[in-house]
């Protein structure tokens, strides 16, 4: 039988046990705590931003925690893709050599509509009023086709030697001589490539 030392060390040990076992409860727990507090705030932050996205979409949203003067879009290769310029009024797509293909404009004169380029140089511009398709930036002069309502309707042709023929009602402008004349829908005017008028029917009005 046991003395009573024998028996105030087993005590002793079991009470040194007891503690080391509280002491990892208390551990474990406060982590328990702190992962439950976490993922408390985790929800609150995406209820926040869902009310924030709600909110956007109503048109209620506090613009000052999202305004921007410009935006960039990246692939994945971290290259710019996509590139929004508010201070412009301006979206651009752009190609692997940062260069933009299509272009959507909604400010200045003359300025907006929508424009597309191709790497061989090829080009489409579609703004209120005139539609022009141009040829390969690379020749001397561009081939183009301009359709237009802006002074009437008129189709005007023009190669990369720079001839050129107006069909149409337009203001038809002469370069030697500096003089305009206003065309009817019925009128073909005809230039060389120094712009001098070769031909134009009717003859007379």
Excluded: C
Excluded at 32 to 51: D, F, K, M, P, W
Excluded at 157 to 163: C, E, L, P, R, S
Aim: hydrophobic residues 40%.
């Amino acid at each position: 039988m046991a003395g009573p030392d024998a028996l105030t060390g087993k005590i002793a040990k079991l009470t040194r046990r007891l503690r080391v076992t509280w002491v990892v409860v208390a551990i474990l727990l406060f982590g328990e705590i702190a992962t439950l507090l976490e993922a408390s705030n985790t929800r609150n932050r995406v209820q926040g931003l869902s009310v924030q996205v709600a909110e956007a979409r109503s048109g209620t949203l506090n613009v000052g925690k999202v305004r921007t003067r410009q935006i960039e879009v990246l692939d994945d290769k971290d290259m710019a893709s996509i590139y929004v310029s508010g201070s412009k009024g301006r979206i651009e797509l752009l190609t692997e050599l940062n260069a933009p293909s299509v272009t959507l404009s909604g400010r200045g004169v003359g300025s907006i509509g929508v424009a597309i380029y191709d790497g061989s140089g090829l080009s489409s511009n579609l703004h209120a009023g005139y539609l022009r398709l141009g040829g390969m930036f690379a020749e001397p002069a561009i081939p183009s086709v301009l359709l237009s309502v802006l002074d009437g309707s008129s189709i005007e042709v023009a190669d990369k030697q720079g001839f050129r023929t107006i069909v149409g009602e337009s203001d038809v402008q002469f370069p030697r001589t500096g003089q305009s004349t206003h065309t009817s829908a019925a009128t073909v005017y005809m230039f060389n490539k120094d712009g001098k008028e070769v031909w134009h029917a009717p003859a007379a009005y």
